[in-house]
């Protein structure tokens, strides 16, 4: 696909769908080729990745994907870019600790080369619903 041309929702879903099983299964070659070299990969307590960094993670096993949901709730698209914006949520574990996620979420994909790629996600916890089970103590002394 050419800069110049516009993605579809489908195909924009599509790719949304492949990232999260990607996640999930750990499969580390699938996200290499969704995500752009130049990713910036946010995390919900607002540490930042690189696309070596995030990968890195995933192949030691700091970071694994236990189960994710997400839903779509808007495509914006426009010549060469797409924000997707939707929820995540699912359980991860991150240094050895389960943690809980659930978030609204933004994604923006680019057309690379004839292809589409992951160029930014931000995740916003969603408030009274906590992210992990650190966030669940703090509300709960209040």
Excluded: C
């Amino acid at each position: 696909m050419e800069p110049s041309e516009t993605a579809t929702t489908a195909q924009i879903n599509d790719l949304e769908d492949r990232r999260y099983a990607a996640m999930v299964d750990a499969d580390l070659d699938t996200l290499d080729d969704l995500l752009a070299d130049d990713v910036i990969y946010t995390h919900s307590d607002a540490s930042v990745d690189t696309k070596t960094s995030y990968l890195e993670m995933l192949r030691s096993g700091r970071l694994v994907y236990l189960a994710l949901e997400h839903t779509t709730d808007l495509v914006l698209t426009r010549p060469g870019v797409a924000i997707v914006a939707g929820t995540m949520s699912g359980s991860i574990r991150m240094h050895g600790a389960a943690k809980t996620l659930n978030s609204r979420v933004a994604a923006v994909w680019l057309s690379e080369g004839g292809r589409w790629r992951l160029a930014a996600f931000q995740p916003t916890p969603i408030k009274g619903q906590p992210s992990d089970p650190g966030e669940h103590a703090a509300d709960t002394r209040r």
